[in-house]
């Protein structure tokens, strides 16, 4: 069974900082490439990050670009979102997904994305 489980979210002041988790399972993690999508009430989900199977290669959107950084150690089959500096327009709720595609992907919609977790609800206090 493919499960993508999310954790580390929660109350942050504006200018502090989080570190998710997306902690994989049932599937081949070195084919794939994760993403981290955000979603706000009345708004489709938006990719802010990405990372391809390696680790080699990153892309941000750009409202989070020099503040968020994502990684992964495919040994624990997981990725991460270290976010730093957090402002209120980065609430909302966090979403991992995975691509059955290493590399070659940047930053795309959600329906490129074939696996989903439950995601992860960050809120940003001013």
């Known amino acids: 069974e493919v499960q993508l489980v999310e954790s580390g979210g929660g109350l942050v002041q504006a200018g502090g900082s989080l570190r998710l988790s997306c902690a994989a399972s049932?599937?081949?993690?070195?084919?794939?490439?994760i993403g981290w999508f955000r979603q706000v009430p009345g708004k489709e989900r938006e990719e802010v990050s990405c990372?391809?199977?390696?680790?080699?290669?990153?892309y941000y959107t750009d409202s989070v670009k020099g503040r968020f950084t994502i990684s992964n150690d495919n040994a624990k089959n997981t990725v991460y979102l270290q976010m730093n500096n957090l402002k209120p327009e980065d609430s909302g709720v966090y979403y991992c997904?995975?691509?059955?595609?290493?590399?070659?992907?940047?930053?795309?919609?959600?329906?490129?994305?074939?696996?989903w977790g439950q995601g992860t609800q960050v809120t940003v206090s001013s």
């Open positions: 997904a995975a691509a059955d595609r290493g590399y070659g992907l940047t930053l795309e919609s959600e329906t490129t994305y074939d696996y």
């Open positions: 049932g599937f081949t993690f070195d084919d794939y490439t």
């Open positions: 990372i391809s199977s390696s680790g080699h290669y990153t």
